[in-house]
């Protein structure tokens, strides 16, 4: 059974620094693509940050130079730290596993960026 188990999530005012893990189960993590989305009420759901199989990473326009994604093989997590947030970031965010057309979401973490 796969499992893809987000923590980290929680309150933090404006400026302040998150980190968000995503622990896997139940899948060869290391040949996975891994990504980050995000969603709020009445809107799709959006790419935050995708990590390859390889380390390569990409981020959303909105948060370059803020967010940074990472993976540690060894342990089949994969992890966003998030640095001078926002209010406009708070969502629920949620992990992505994607490979040869399977894909599995985690159940999400909400974030809320307020003072």
């Known amino acids: 059974q796969v499992q893809l188990v987000e923590s980290g999530g929680g309150l933090v005012q404006p400026g302040g620094s998150l980190r968000l893990s995503c622990a896997a189960s139940?899948?060869?993590?290391?040949?996975?693509?891994m990504a980050w989305y995000r969603q709020v009420p009445g809107k799709q759901r959006e790419l935050v940050a995708d990590?390859?199989?390889?380390?390569?990473?990409s981020y959303a326009d909105s948060v370059k130079g803020r967010f940074t994604i990472s993976r540690d093989n060894a342990k089949n997590t994969v992890y966003l730290q998030m640095n001078s947030l926002k209010p406009e970031d708070t969502a629920v965010y949620y992990c992505?596993?994607?490979?040869?057309?399977?894909?599995?979401w985690g159940q999400g973490t909400q974030v809320t960026v307020s003072s």
């Open positions: 992505n596993a994607y490979y040869g057309g399977r894909i599995y």
């Open positions: 990590i390859s199989s390889r380390g390569s990473t």
């Open positions: 139940g899948i060869i993590f290391s040949i996975y693509h």
